[in-house]
C-alpha cells in the first residue's frame, strides 16, 4: 500500500485538533468540527473520485501483517483517553451556555462515536486478546459495551434477515429503526451472553457475565472521573457525569446511524432448509471514497467486511457487484437524517438491486 494511503489513515487526528481548536478560539468555532465532518468532507469526497483499487492477492498477506495497520489503531485509543479527560476537566470550568454544551458534546461525540467506535469495531474482530481489551475501553467511553457482543456474535451472524435488530427495514425511517436497534440489540446481548454462560455450566449471575461487566464499567469510569473532578475543585462537578452521558448518547447515536444506512432493506435468500444463504458482498452497501475511509479505516467497504469479517480493514476489497451508496458516510448521515429525502433517493437504488438479485420487484 502506498505511502500516502499510510499517511491518509491518520487524518483521523484532524477531528480532536479542531475540537481543542474551537474550545480555545471560543464561540462559533466549536463546530469546527461538524464543518469539517459534514461539509467539507462530503466536498472533498465528491471532488475526488473513487477510490476501487484492491490490494493485489499476492500482497494481502504482507499488508496485513504490517505492524503500522495495528499501531494506528492502537495509537488512537490513547488519543481518544486523552481527549475524553480533557473534555471532563473543560466542562468542568469552561462555564458554557447551553448551545456551546450541545456543540461541546456532540463535537466529543463525533470522536468517540464517529472515530472511536469504528476503531472498537476493528479491534473487535480481532482474536488478539490485547485487541479485543482495547476495543471494550473503548466502546465503555460512549457507555455501549454491549456492541462487542450483539455486534459479533448476533448482527454478523443475522445479518440481512427479519432477526437483526441493526439491519434497517425497507420504508424505515432512522427513528424508528434507531428505537428498535438500540433497545432490541441490548437485550439480544443479554440472551447471547445468558447462552454462553449456560453453554459453560456458569450462572448467569456470575461475574463472569460479560453483561454486567460491562453495566458497571462505564459507571465506574464516570463515577472516577467525577470524584477526581470534585476532589479537585472542591465542588460536586455534575457537569462531568452529565457531559459523559450526552456524548455516550450522541455517539452510539452515530453509531446507529451508520448501521442504519449500511443495511437498508438488505434481504438474505430464505433456503429450503430455513437457514440463509451465506452472506455475501451483495448483502451490504458498499462506498469507496477516498477522504471518508481514511477517516473510517475503510469501514465503508462494509460488503467485504460482512463477508470475509476477519480481514483487518487495510486489505478490505472494494466489489463493484455490491449495492453502492451515492456518497459518503458523511454526507449519508445528514440525509438519513429527513427520511423524505433518504426514501427519495434509497428507494430507488434498493429496488435496482432487489430486481438484479431476487428478479423481484420491490413492493412499495
Known amino acids: 500500500m502506498s505511502i500516502f494511503k499510510k499517511i491518509g489513515f491518520y487524518s483521523v487526528l484532524i477531528l ?12 462559533v468555532t466549536l463546530f469546527l468540527i ?14 475526488i473520485s473513487t477510490d476501487r483499487a484492491n490490494v493485489p492477492k499476492e500482497a494481502v498477506s504482507q499488508v496485513t501483517q504490517e505492524k503500522f495497520y495495528k499501531l494506528v489503531t492502537f495509537f488512537w485509543v490513547y488519543v481518544q483517553f486523552g481527549i475524553l479527560i480533557w ?3 473543560i466542562i468542568s470550568v469552561s462555564g458554557f451556555s447551553w448551545w456551546e454544551w450541545l456543540a461541546f458534546a456532540s463535537g466529543m461525540a463525533l470522536i468517540t462515536g464517529g472515530i472511536g467506535i469504528t476503531v472498537a469495531h476493528e479491534l473487535g474482530h480481532k482474536q488478539n486478546s490485547l485487541e479485543q481489551f482495547y476495543s471494550k475501553m473503548l466502546l465503555m467511553t460512549v457507555s455501549y459495551m454491549h456492541f462487542f457482543i450483539e455486534h459479533n ?3 454478523h451472524v443475522r445479518v ?3 432477526e437483526d435488530p441493526a439491519t434497517s427495514r425497507f420504508g424505515e425511517s432512522f427513528y424508528s429503526f434507531w428505537y428498535r436497534s438500540v433497545v432490541h440489540g441490548y437485550q439480544s446481548a443479554w440472551e447471547l451472553e445468558r447462552e454462553r454462560l449456560s453453554k459453560k455450566g456458569i450462572s448467569f449471575w456470575s461475574i463472569k457475565n460479560q453483561m454486567i461487566q460491562f453495566t458497571l464499567m462505564p459507571l465506574l469510569f464516570v463515577g472516577l472521573a467525577f470524584l477526581v473532578s470534585s476532589l479537585v475543585l472542591d465542588r460536586l462537578v455534575w457537569e462531568v457525569p452529565l457531559f459523559f452521558l450526552l456524548q455516550s448518547f450522541l455517539g452510539f447515536s452515530l453509531l446507529e446511524l451508520v448501521n442504519y444506512l449500511e443495511h437498508y432493506g438488505m434481504e438474505r435468500k430464505k433456503l429450503e432448509s430455513g437457514h440463509y444463504e451465506r452472506v455475501t458482498p451483495i448483502h451490504s452497501w458498499n462506498a469507496s471514497q477516498v477522504v471518508s475511509n481514511f477517516l473510517l479505516f475503510q469501514l ?3 460488503s ?9 480493514y487495510q486489505v478490505l476489497n472494494h466489489y463493484d457487484e455490491s449495492p453502492q451508496l451515492p456518497a459518503g458516510y458523511s454526507a449519508m448521515i445528514i440525509l438519513a437524517l429527513f427520511p423524505p429525502l ?8 434498493l429496488a435496482q438491486w432487489k430486481k438484479q438479485t431476487f428478479g423481484e420487484e420491490l413492493i412499495q
Open 87 to 89: 473534555g471532563f476537566y
Open 342 to 349: 433518504w426514501f427519495a433517493v434509497m428507494d430507488p437504488r
Open 304 to 312: 467485504d467486511h460482512h463477508a470475509n469479517a476477519h480481514k483487518r
Open 34 to 47: 461538524h464543518g469539517f465532518v459534514f461539509i467539507l468532507v462530503p466536498i472533498m469526497d465528491y471532488m
Open 160 to 162: 440481512a434477515t427479519p
Open 300 to 302: 465503508q467497504r462494509h
Open 153 to 155: 456474535r448476533g448482527h
Open 16 to 27: 480532536p485538533i479542531l475540537l481543542m481548536l474551537g474550545v480555545y478560539l471560543g464561540g
